[in-house]
Each structure stands twice: as structure tokens, then as C-alpha cells.
């Protein structure tokens, strides 16, 4: 079964700093990956996919994330963080249904 | 495009009572899924259905669950005799197929008391 591992729980950070949070993956096949965000009191929103191609996937906000097959693995990045990137980050895969990974709560100090 | 729709937003129950959500997915999405988000922790998968059928349960939906999609649109989320374990956002998803990301509602949060 395939399943997603987050290794930061919490990130806190200054504005402006850069951010990368881990995400790795167990499947097999082939791989549909996400990033989720969750800002406080609002829904899941989707940040970025990655189904094929250019393993440099871009998103909103100024996101990306790299797509590494060798290593399982799918890092979130983003070169300057701001304030109101304050949320909670989670990594998903799917096969027929999307599996989600426990999350990363980023706090971003003013 | 109105979004996915839950209802209620908010549920306060006393244990042992049975509580029903329902869910409006985006109307030309087939595929419906549920969700249980608890405090710290991801969305755990609990069903889906394409169109009216329900393709898929997860373990953590026990006999107390039932979930139906009874026309292909909306569907509801029934829980009978609730148990303070059961207090979560369930969450709401729905997708136009298996290829194409979810668009997820605001989730109906219950308490049970």
C-alpha cells in the first residue's frame, strides 16, 4: 500500500528565509504526488502536482517541488518565505485515491 | 463552478446518536470522496464512489459508517451511535476523474459530547 512520510512536524522560520519541507513516498508504480496547504480555519487548497514530465514542478505562490524517483522523494521548496505562509503543508500520493501524509505546521515570524 | 458544499459546518452530538452530513460535489466531477481530518494529523481516507457506486472503504469506516451517493450527485455520511472517537472535520472531496486533483469543501466538524 502506498503510503507518504513528512519529516518535519512543525518549521518555524523568519520572513525571507528559504524553505524546503521533506516528503517521501512508498509506491511502486507510477506516482501522481501532490502538495496540499491548509491556511488556518480554510479548506484544503492544492499548491501543486506533479503527474509526468519536467521533474521541476512549479505552483502557486511561488512554490515548487522536485520530483526525485532514485530517492522516493517530492521536497516542497520556496526561496523567500512571507508571513502569510503560515499553514499547514501536506504531501499526497495517489494511485486510485489520495493518501495523505500527516502534515507539516509552518509558522513564518514576522 | 460553486465549489464542494458540506452540511452542516459545525455538528454537536451526544453520544449514541446518529448524525448525517452530506456532501454537494462539483456538479460535473463523478468521483466523490470522504475524509476524516483529526487535530495534528493528514486526512484519512474513508470512501469513494464513482458515480453512485461506491468503489472503495477504508478500515477505519466501521459497521457504525454508511455512506451513500444515491443519484451519481450528492452524497451523505451517516454515523450511527456516535462515540467521542468519532469527533473530527469530516471532510468532503470531490474530482472529475482518477486523474485530476480534488477540490476539497470546508468540512463538517462534529463533536460528540
Known amino acids: 500500500a502506498q503510503s507518504v512520510s513528512q519529516h518535519n512536524h512543525h518549521v518555524i522560520l523568519s520572513e525571507a528565509a528559504s524553505l524546503e519541507l521533506g516528503c517521501n513516498y512508498s509506491y511502486g508504480g507510477t506516482v501522481n504526488l501532490f502538495w496540499y496547504v491548509q491556511y488556518p480555519g480554510q479548506h484544503l487548497q492544492l499548491l501543486l502536482k506533479?503527474?509526468?514530465?519536467?521533474?521541476l514542478v512549479k505552483g502557486i505562490k511561488g512554490f515548487e517541488a522536485e520530483f526525485i524517483k532514485s530517492k522516493f522523494s517530492f521536497n516542497l521548496r520556496k526561496p523567500s518565505v512571507q508571513w502569510s505562509d503560515t499553514a499547514e503543508y501536506f504531501c499526497a500520493v495517489r494511485d486510485d485515491k489520495i493518501i495523505f501524509g500527516k502534515g507539516t505546521r509552518l509558522h513564518i515570524l514576522p | 463552478d460553486t465549489g464542494v458544499s458540506q452540511n452542516p459546518r459545525h455538528k454537536i452530538t451526544k453520544r449514541g446518536q446518529n448524525v448525517t452530513f452530506r456532501c454537494d460535489p462539483i456538479?460535473?466531477?463523478?468521483?466523490l470522496y470522504w475524509y476524516r481530518q483529526t487535530l495534528g494529523q493528514g486526512p484519512e481516507f474513508l470512501t469513494y464512489?464513482?458515480?453512485?457506486?461506491?468503489?472503495?472503504k477504508s478500515r477505519l469506516l466501521s459497521d457504525r459508517f454508511s455512506a451513500e451517493r444515491p443519484k451519481g450527485s450528492f452524497s451523505t455520511l451517516e454515523i450511527q451511535r456516535t462515540e467521542q472517537g468519532d469527533s473530527a472535520m469530516y471532510l468532503c472531496a470531490s474530482s472529475r476523474d482518477r486523474i485530476y486533483g480534488y477540490t476539497f469543501g470546508s468540512g463538517t466538524r462534529l463533536t460528540v459530547v
Open positions: 464512489f464513482q458515480n453512485e457506486a461506491q468503489l472503495e
Open positions: 506533479y503527474f509526468s514530465g519536467d521533474p
Open positions: 456538479s460535473e466531477h463523478n468521483r
